[in-house]
């Protein structure tokens, strides 16, 4: 299955990098800034589980590996984006900068493709690293140093880039916050935990504390940017609270709100988490759409047109999302099979029924009577 999705996304990237024009290419970039966002947000959640040694990272190991071992699918991802950034980004045309400024020496089509290339790198090494059986504290330590700078520098590029006079330096760290409240979500989807799982108190406040996180950011960025009342900062926020105010108030804040009350009370089971994670994932999406969409340069791309895209990139990334899991469960099967039980989130072997479920596999009901 990696091969298909790899094979099948290489030709619908390289067609949209000769035949697509900028509708295509526009929907593309929220397609594939979505999934990296997820992506790389499933290697942070794995670097924080390990560094904290929580026990809530037992339940959702298999699938945030499965996600991080998907990495290298980004690149292909990335072909539109960094090879015809005349599409998405008015410097790569027509630099408005003057070309003593910094910025200007930053937007250089040539270096803005070896950043991102860079990150890439990166992420699909530290991925890959992270998804190794066994705890990683010191990993993890040095993941964290690196996603920070990177994610943060991509958000810049890929996104806020688009806008040549906004410098706001929260934006790329929120997104990245979001990104990581949403591969949590998706993980517990995935995982399908149920409630009498060991770690899911711990599931219960790392979605809350993520969805506060997320709130709070948003937050913080408007209310810095009304304090200083600078035209060009309070232009962006602008062009969002005009004709697409309805998705961030109408869509996106109410589904974290939403979640964020459902998420408090503690001990709310199996149906609430799902509920709650479904709210994060809406609220990542439409913010997403709400903070890339508005700075479209040259074209606005039919709702059937995102429509395909996104779920074209979503198809290929979860064939091989899924091909990574199975690959994941055979061979936690096989050390269970050879006596080695995988390792718990302290590191100490995991109790059967853990290692069962982390393989894949079902565990028998307690004995009773």
Do not use: K
């Amino acid at each position: 299955m990696r091969i298909a999705a790899g094979l099948g996304l290489g030709v619908a990237a390289l067609a949209v990098v000769v035949f697509g024009g900028p509708a295509l290419a526009e929907a593309w970039l929220t397609g594939f800034v979505l999934w990296a966002h997820i992506a790389v947000g499933a290697v942070g959640v794995l670097a924080l589980g390990h560094l904290l040694r929580e026990d809530w990272l037992a339940p959702v190991r298999l699938p945030l590996e499965a996600a991080a071992r998907s990495l290298p699918l980004l690149a292909l991802m990335a072909l539109p984006v960094l090879l015809v950034p005349e599409h998405l980004y008015p410097w790569a045309t027509d630099p408005t900068l003057p070309s003593d400024s910094p910025r200007a020496a930053l937007l250089q089509p040539w270096f803005f493709r070896l950043r991102g290339v860079a990150c890439l790198l990166v992420w699909a090494l530290l991925g890959w690293r992270l998804a190794r059986p066994g705890p990683h504290p010191r990993l993890s330590v040095l993941a964290l140093v690196l996603l920070l700078p990177t994610t943060t520098l991509a958000g810049f590029d890929w996104v806020l880039s688009r806008d040549p006079t906004w410098y706001a330096s929260l934006q790329g760290f929120s997104m990245w916050v979001a990104g990581l409240a949403a591969a949590l979500a998706a993980a517990i989807l995935a995982a399908r935990t149920h409630p009498d799982s060991e770690g899911l108190p711990g599931l219960e406040r790392a979605l809350l504390t993520l969805a506060l996180a997320v709130l709070w950011l948003w937050f913080t960025q408007f209310i810095v940017v009304w304090m200083a009342d600078l035209p060009e900062e309070a232009a962006w926020y602008l062009r969002r609270l005009d004709e697409w105010r309805w998705l961030q108030l109408g869509v996106a804040l109410p589904a974290v709100l939403l979640a964020i009350a459902l998420a408090a009370p503690p001990d709310h089971g199996r149906w609430r988490m799902v509920v709650v994670c479904w709210l994060l994932l809406v609220q990542f999406a439409a913010h997403l759409w709400w903070v890339v969409r508005p700075d479209a340069p040259l074209a606005q791309p039919a709702i059937w047109l995102d429509a395909v895209v996104l779920a074209g990139l979503s198809l290929a990334f979860g064939l091989w999302w899924r091909a990574e899991r199975a690959g994941l469960s055979t061979a936690a099967a096989a050390r269970i099979s050879n006596g080695a039980q995988p390792p718990g989130a302290h590191g100490a072997p995991a109790p059967a029924h853990a290692a069962a479920r982390a393989s894949g596999l079902r565990s028998p009901p307690p004995a009773t009577g």
